[in-house]
């Protein structure tokens, strides 16, 4: 099993450009999540999925987009980049239950200049 | 909206040693879930130890220990027989009870050292 890849590793983005985070997970977890990562702080969750067709919002959606259209991805959308969304950006997915183990990917890191 | 408080941001240790790492939280739930996850410098993420709420048993996990007290919301966590490889971000973690999703609040996270 490869877990939860995520694609690029790094990037670096052009104020007002777009682009898309890939995450795919190989383990048929239901649920997914994004986090961003700013320096020196813990992790923030974006947005989550709890099935395919199904997300919702996190503590800081604004600036994104996702969707679900299959159990295994769950891209990430960055439009209109900003400065403040230089971060570092990890997926995970969990079988689902509040006790479940969240399993990350190794993450990508944006810088928006 | 729940809060979690980690108050050393840079621990050190000495490889064998044993040391706490303090986190505390704030929520007005009675059931919820604690996690420990570990950020070594490769930036994984791993699950270390977790603890449900209306367990009262500490949860051990081989040299990971928590010491959970639900009153003073509070959830350390002991290292014991550190190791080199110990050396990573510590992150405490919270879930509330309610809700349908796992949705995770983090703390700002404890710098562990270990040394020789």
């Known amino acids: 099993n490869a877990g939860v890849t995520q694609t690029p590793k790094f990037r670096i983005l052009k104020i007002g450009q777009s682009m898309t985070l890939q995450c795919t997970q190989d383990?048929?977890?239901?649920?997914m999540y994004w986090y961003r990562q700013d320096p020196g702080m813990g992790l923030k969750l974006i947005y989550y999925?709890?099935?395919?067709?199904?997300?919702d919002k996190g503590e800081v959606p604004n600036g994104y987009n996702v969707s679900r259209s299959t159990t295994e991805d769950f891209p990430l959308r960055l439009e209109l980049a900003a400065p403040s969304q230089t971060s570092v950006y990890f997926c995970?997915?969990?079988?689902?239950?509040?006790?479940?183990?969240?399993?990350f990917g190794p993450g990508t890191r944006l810088t928006v200049t | 909206a729940q809060t979690v408080t980690q108050s050393q941001p840079e621990m050190s240790v000495q490889e064998a040693e044993t040391v706490t790492l303090s986190c505390t939280y704030d929520?007005?739930?009675?059931?919820?879930?604690l996690f420990w996850y570990k950020q070594p410098p490769s930036r994984q993420m791993i699950l270390v130890i977790r603890q449900e709420a209306y367990k009262q048993q500490n949860a051990t996990e081989n040299r990971f220990s928590v010491n959970f007290q639900k009153a003073a919301k509070s959830f350390s966590l002991k290292i014991s027989d550190s190791q080199l490889g110990d050396t990573a971000m510590y992150f405490c973690a919270f879930i509330p009870g309610t809700g349908t999703a796992s949705k995770l609040t983090f703390g700002t996270g404890t710098r562990l050292q270990v040394t020789l």
């Open positions: 995970a997915s969990s079988y689902g239950g509040k006790n479940a183990e969240q399993y």
């Open positions: 999925s709890v099935g395919a067709g199904i997300t």
């Open positions: 929520t007005s739930e009675n059931n919820y879930y």
């Open positions: 383990m048929n977890h239901n649920y």
